[in-house]
């Protein structure tokens, strides 16, 4: 039965992608309970509909951080896109430019700062992590601001990789990991012609660059293990706030409290986000962590939020909870992993169309007009 697009391109991913790419990206933490909630309490939120509110000039446009967009939506930070279609990060920026929309790079991207700036003609978005090593962060900064990068997204909620079962045993982690993803690298000819051995290099590119020699996958985990910083606090964005120039975004906020923190360090955007389920099984979906996070701080701050999106209907139900915008992670991944470029941008085309759709039965002309009047309220 088809849902929705998203849902067909999964399927699609399935089957073309080795299996440790794939559980990579569909997986989560622990018993994958917040993951399954990020998509069935967003779909449990009830709209009013509304009839006959001339809805003859509607408008998706607005404008995030100054930059105007055809919709409220900006493709997420994803580590490792360029494992799913040939330079996977290229084709997906391509995307998300055509479609007029932020393309958002990972700090462990497989392509650098520095190729997928040079692939579209407007500004990448730029996500980094507090590492230990602030050498390395201080000449990605550098390099991303000489690539014309304006926004910065700062992901806090990682100062330990989330216990991800999945990766151990699909092969992208535990005993004998290599030989295995080279196995199932052989017995999947489509991707492994396309991507292994058309897409190289297979190196995380941003640190590759910095280290002065190729930082393969193997060397990932144990980068990204050894490299994580426990001891991060707010202090340790100070040096960052004042560096960047930019809009400074945090990601990684499910608690109203650290939404205020945020404010009052100067951020300019906070993402609202359980990291897509990966981090801390049995927290909030963002569906649910959102409203109140919108009362806190609605008027002070840029919301954008992430988790669970995979439909015009859903980011207007998070646009309605309280959200100035969503992020879109793994239903542009699958979509990418399925068909590149195309598959981004049809996947992309489609929320436009979705949304389009909920906004004319909901009453709402405009983005500015999508808020908490187009939920349904039960009594209590």
Known sequence: MIISASTDYRAAAQAKLPPFLFHYIDGGACAEHTLKRNTTDLSDIELRQRVLKDMSELSLETSLFGEKVSMPVALAPVGL????????????????????????????????????????????????????????MRNVLERAQAAGVKNLVFTVDMPVPGARYRDAHSGMSGPNAAMRRILQAMTHPRWAWD???????????????????????EDYMGWLGSNFDPSISWKDLEWIRDFWKGPMIIKGILDPEDAKDAVRFGAD?????????????????????????????????????????????????????????VLLGRAFVYALAAAGEAGVFNLLDLIDKELRVAMMLTGAKSISEINSELLVRHQA
């Open 81 to 136: 896109s360029g494992m799913y279609a040939r330079r996977g990060e290229v084709q997906a920026a391509r995307a998300a430019a055509k479609k007029g929309i932020p393309f958002t790079l990972s700090t462990v991207s497989i392509c650098p700062i520095e190729e997928v700036a040079a692939a579209i003609d407007r500004p990448i978005w730029f996500q980094l992590y507090v590492l230990k090593d602030r050498g390395f």
């Open 269 to 325: 955007g906070i993402v609202v986000s359980n990291h897509g389920g990966r981090q801390l099984d049995g927290v909030l979906s963002t569906a649910r962590a959102l409203p109140s996070i919108a009362d806190a701080v609605k008027n002070d701050i840029t919301i954008l939020t992430d988790s669970g999106i995979r439909t015009g209907l859903d980011v207007l139900r998070m646009l309605a909870l309280g959200a100035d915008s």
């Open 195 to 217: 991507v292994g051995l058309l897409g190289k290099p297979h190196d995380l590119g941003n640190i590759s660059v910095y280290r002065g020699k190729p930082i393969k996958l």
